[in-house]
């Protein structure tokens, strides 16, 4: 296996108990060493990812969300003022709360991008326990995207009930 394909070769179960794990750590640390140690670890997923550019073209889709995070604790924070309204307080609390954000988004892109989607599918629904059955809503979905992007001219009832019937085989090929 080449180190390019370690990630997409992982057990796509185990993928998604690391990056639970990693976003409940994110939530729960104040620290800020913690999230450098992160984000080193983000940047050698990211090096081992086989689709880099997937990546970052995603990834900037959320840059002004983590920016807006970074910036309201800044002006909003009571403490010692630096310059204007920013505080020394906001820019500490700033700096995590942007970086726990960094993290959520970077790890959960590194998780969907690396796993295909059925198995993306199956994963949800074994860490759902088949209850909620975020799996099949998943592959529906994508399912009814790949048939309207293919320019397929019927119906959208019958499309989604194709679609609801491939689901329904592949899922029950797997239990």
């Not at 750590?25 to 689709?51: E, Y």
């Not at 002004?64 to 920013?86: D, E, K, N, W």
């Amino acid at each position: 296996m080449t180190c390019s394909n370690l990630l997409v070769g992982l057990n796509s179960k185990l993928k998604l108990v690391f990056t639970l794990a990693i976003l409940v750590l994110c939530g729960l640390t104040s620290s800020l060493q913690i999230c450098n140690l992160l984000l080193i670890i983000l940047a050698i997923f990211i090096i081992l990812l086989p689709h880099k550019k997937s990546f970052i073209r995603r990834f900037v889709l959320f840059l002004p969300f983590i920016v807006v995070t970074f910036a309201l604790p800044l002006f909003f924070t009571p403490g010692r003022i630096i310059a204007y309204s920013i505080t020394y307080e906001g820019l500490h609390k700033g700096t995590i709360l942007g970086a726990k954000v960094l993290l959520a988004i970077g790890y959960s892109l590194i998780f969907i991008l690396s796993t295909p989607p059925i198995e993306l599918a199956k994963s949800l629904d074994w860490i759902t326990l088949h209850k909620l059955r975020l799996g099949e809503t998943l592959l529906i979905a994508l399912k009814f995207a790949d048939l309207v992007k293919s320019g397929r001219k019927d119906s959208i009832t019958s499309t989604l009930k194709y679609a609801i019937e491939s689901i329904q085989k592949q899922m029950g090929n797997d239990k």
